[in-house]
């Protein structure tokens, strides 16, 4: 009964490839988020959609590609990766409208580029 | 842009006894939330607490309260009768209404309890 959920939870892979990331809530939320916390620890908004739109895109490289097929998933993809992609990647959901608006995360994935 | 500052990088506190962590922020909002967030070694981000701007009153959740002060954009954390299972990194965070607005977090504060 895992309300957001992502896999895989560990991924290593060498420079230049090229992976992906997926995230699926059970909550029936309407908005999903990736987040990026680098090695001190800093998490930052990358993305964010509501109801499959786009509608947050801070300033990330273009390698990074995130996909909502649905409501309840929101993939990322990411290009040509680098050694600076390094990190832990969260995807969360919340609840446009409605008493809880709360965001609930996923258990992160570390990514680690070699 | 808003912006969320935890002054102290590393706190420690003795079991059962009690801390508060810092956090001040900065906006021109008058409706937002506040949120504080505890991520222990497993890396899972967990929500401890959350204040609306345009209540007075300090949320309150067990051993977590708040202490909220909206004049002075402060929004600091207290840990009341601290158990070891508290260590970890807590993080503040600011969200703008409406709610699907993404968090701004702090850079985080690491607890460390004492046995």
């Known amino acids: 009964d895992t309300a957001v959920s992502q896999t895989p939870k560990y991924l290593v892979t060498q420079m230049g490839n090229d992976k992906s990331i997926k995230c699926e809530q059970n909550?029936?939320?309407?908005?999903m988020y990736w987040y990026k916390q680098d090695s001190k620890k800093f998490l930052k908004i990358m993305f964010s959609?509501?109801?499959?739109?786009?509608?947050i895109n801070e300033t990330v490289p273009n390698r990074f590609s995130p996909k909502s097929p649905d409501k309840a998933h929101l993939n990322l993809h990411i290009n040509s990766l680098e050694l600076g992609d390094s990190a832990v990647y969260f995807c969360?959901?919340?609840?446009?409208?409605?008493?809880?608006?709360?965001?609930?995360f996923g258990p992160g994935t570390r990514l680690t580029v070699l | 842009a808003q912006t969320v500052t935890q002054s102290q990088p590393e706190m420690s506190v003795q079991e059962a006894e009690t801390v508060t962590l810092s956090c001040t922020y900065d906006?021109?909002?008058?409706?937002?939330?506040l949120f504080w967030y505890k991520q222990p070694p497993s890396r899972q981000m967990i929500l401890v607490i959350r204040?609306?701007?345009?209540?007075?009153q300090n949320a309150t959740e067990n051993r977590f309260s708040v202490n909220f002060q909206k004049a002075a954009k402060s929004f600091s954390l207290k840990i009341s009768d601290s158990q070891l299972g508290d260590a970890a990194m807590y993080f503040c965070?600011?969200?703008?209404?409406?709610?699907?607005?993404?968090?701004?977090f702090g850079k985080g504060t690491r607890l460390s309890v004492i046995a």
């Open positions: 969360a959901s919340s609840q446009l409208a409605g008493v809880t608006d709360t965001q609930y």
């Open positions: 909550l029936g939320h309407d908005t």
């Open positions: 959609y509501n109801n499959k739109e786009l509608i």
């Open positions: 906006t021109s909002e008058s409706d937002y939330y």
């Open positions: 204040q609306e701007a345009y209540k007075q």
């Open positions: 965070a600011y969200r703008s209404a409406p709610g699907n607005t993404p968090l701004v």
